[in-house]
């Protein structure tokens, strides 16, 4: 059924097309990072917007339809994609719980675990987070020290995350932590927390750009039923690992779309530079310099973004996402913090603005979008994490004294 031309995915198309119609407003086309960044907050159309995708399982194309997804083919979801592309309709139904843990916990969870946390991921009625780095575990994530101990019919946790992405608005984390101080990669467990727990504390953090996106997160004796942990005690580094594999496969896929840290600046830099800077007789961007600059960029973004794809299709159709995601979330990190610094640039004075009546919006948003694209190649992996990972797990190379 993976042939476009087919019958059965024509039919689908029109099914598709016949129901976007009628379920999505037309007033929402392209307010997609609006609703991400909470812009849309109680608005009523964008909320049963999200109720709709939710109940078809169209948040979540290709999972398993037991647990309320779409349970679509790779090959179905894409004419999904297509239809909403061409309505600049979007996805609302996203978060880490689809981009990391909902694939993690499909793959390694129990049966009961899927049952209870996979439908409210698939509907967005949880917000999850993720409790990964300490203040002394960042890049060497296997050295965090928050402890778990086996209290007999619980578990107690002490201990402290940092860069918790949403902590403050999420409703569960999940969270590594260190059950044997013995061993380092061998001692870590991988468990769900409710952030209702009593115990759990989260300080946003503000960051350069003015905005307040990680926190945080203390845990002080919070107890967790055993039934949280995923997976069995101390095997939690190899979920661990799996679940980055996803984040990094979803991240580089943003990154190169222009959804993390972008300015929201409609024809993107190449438009944004023909606007500020002006163009010559001929209809080129008048400065040879910038025009060259963005040439090659537009072209790193197409073969990146044409990449991703092609790497996308290669997960679903085999165990999912591979150590290669390294490289897309390099590359994209790079290629997302270029188009910032490019789109800024092209403003000029006008892209110099924090606040204040002579700037428009999307100038003040522009800066602040190329100061929190400097994260970009921080978080879900450093660069030089995700070198070292591409070095070993996909050259081959070893570590040579």
């Known amino acids: 059924m993976a042939d476009f031309g087919s019958e059965a995915l024509d039919a689908f198309r029109g099914e598709i097309r016949d129901w976007l119609a009628g379920a999505f ?90 049952q209870r946390h996979i439908p409210n991921i698939v509907t967005g009625a949880i917000r999850w987070c993720q409790g990964y780095s300490e203040p002394g575990a960042g890049s060497d994530l296997a050295s965090l020290a928050t402890k778990c101990e086996d209290k007999g019919d619980h578990y107690l946790i002490n201990g402290s995350k940092i860069w918790t992405s949403g902590a403050n608005l999420a409703d569960w984390c999940f969270c590594l932590v260190r059950t044997d101080t013995a061993k380092k990669h061998e001692g870590i467990s991988f468990i769900l927390i409710d952030m209702k727990t009593p115990g759990v504390e989260t300080r946003p953090i503000k960051m350069i750009s003015g905005a307040s996106q990680f926190c945080e997160t203390f845990f002080t004796d919070v107890k967790v039923p055993k039934e949280n942990l995923v997976g069995q005690v101390n095997a939690g580094w190899t979920i661990a690992k799996r679940l980055l594999q996803f984040e990094r496969q979803n991240i580089s896929a943003s990154l190169g779309a222009g959804n993390i840290g972008a300015a929201t600046v409609a024809g993107g830099v190449a438009q944004v530079a023909r606007h500020y800077v002006g163009v010559d007789d001929a209809d080129r961007l008048a ?72 700037f428009a919006a999307h100038e003040t948003a522009a800066l602040k979008a190329m100061l929190r694209s400097k994260g970009n190649s921080i978080e879900g992996g450093t660069s030089e994490i995700n070198l070292n990972v591409v070095a070993k797990r996909v050259l081959g190379l070893l570590d040579h004294q």
């Open 287 to 358: 400065d040879t310099d910038l025009r060259a600059r963005i040439a090659a960029h537009q072209m790193e973004a197409k073969a990146f973004n044409l990449t991703a794809q092609r790497a996308a299709l290669e997960a679903k159709s085999g165990a999912g996402p591979s150590a290669a995601t390294s490289i897309m979330k390099y590359a994209g990190a790079k290629l997302a913090q270029e188009r910032n610094e490019l789109t800024v640039e092209a403003m000029g004075l006008q892209g110099l603005g924090w606040e204040g009546e002579g």
């Open 25 to 114: 407003p037309a007033e929402l086309k392209g307010q997609g990072m609006a609703y991400m960044t909470g812009q849309l907050a109680g608005n009523a159309k964008a909320d049963a917007w999200r109720a709709a995708m939710g109940e078809r399982g169209w948040g979540t194309p290709t999972w398993p339809t037991q647990y309320g997804g779409g349970g679509l083919t790779p090959a179905h979801a894409r004419v999904l994609q297509q239809e909403m592309a061409a309505l600049s309709a979007w996805n609302p139904i996203g978060g880490m719980g689809v981009m990391m843990f909902g694939p993690t916990l499909l793959e390694f969870g129990t049966e009961a675990q899927k």
